[in-house]
């Protein structure tokens, strides 16, 4: 079997990063993305033996960047079968009253801005050969609000919302879409919350055995590789210890 192509943006670490392992030893040929070149070039030296993979850093926030790297792709990387939106991050958890403007302006722009630039320079090149599939990660976030979540709910909800519309847009060029929405994952993410403070990250996954990027990338893979008239399209994913977006069973 021939194999495909998969863009997936946030590459460099946590889900993007472990679906990018799972990926390369499943028959796809993958093109990298991330701001972190360094991260980019260890990841496609581990990858190389399995696959062909491309690189490509730019920050999804300049819509510039994102259309020339993007038109960058040379033939036969231009033909991307797989998008998979994963870049973004929670910044800060604070009351909407004190909210930092910085931070809104960094999850509106990255979380769902971002996901748009890259879906936008992709779209045409999946709506030409009418076939294509397109995940994007969403979180529990999108389908509950919770205190001090305020902006980063809104911007997933934002996932939930646009993936639906783009189910509907691009359902006459035969364009699977896949929302994939998890609960605690173990990654980077509450460092980037809580701007590198790695004590106050770590006791978010304290007590109780969280989801890892190696959980959902199985999940995108499995989404990946139903038959041809089967999509799944939109998945919530939990610890077993996660009853909802705040309700977590810890032992500490
Ligand atoms: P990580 O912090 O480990 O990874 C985030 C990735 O996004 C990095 O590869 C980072 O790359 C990339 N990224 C961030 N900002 C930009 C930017 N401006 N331009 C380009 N790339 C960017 O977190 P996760 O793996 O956990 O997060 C992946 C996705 O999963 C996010 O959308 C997150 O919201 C979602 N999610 C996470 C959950 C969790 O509990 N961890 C739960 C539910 C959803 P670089 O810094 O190199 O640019
Ligand atoms: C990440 C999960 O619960 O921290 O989207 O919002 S949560």
Redesign the pocket.
Known sequence: MQKRIALI?????????ATAHLLAQNNFNLIL????ED?LIKLKTELSSFTEVVTLS????DKHDVRKAITSLSSPWNKIDVLIN?????HGLDPIQTGNLDDWD?MM???VK?LLYVSHEVLPIMVERKSGHIIN?????GKEVYANGNV?CAS?AAVDVITRGMRIDLNAYNIKLTAI????????????RFKGDTDRASQVYKGFD??Q?KD?ADLILFALTRPAHVVIADLVVLPTAQASATLVKKEL
């Open positions: 943006t946030g590459a460099t670490s946590g889900i993007g990063e993305c991330g701001r972190r991260r730019f920050d999804v926030r994963n870049a973004g991050n929670a960094a722009d990255i979380n971002g990660i969403g979180s529990i976030a980063y997933k929405h998890p609960g605690l994952v173990e990654t980077e993410f509450s460092v980037v969280p989801l990027g959902i």
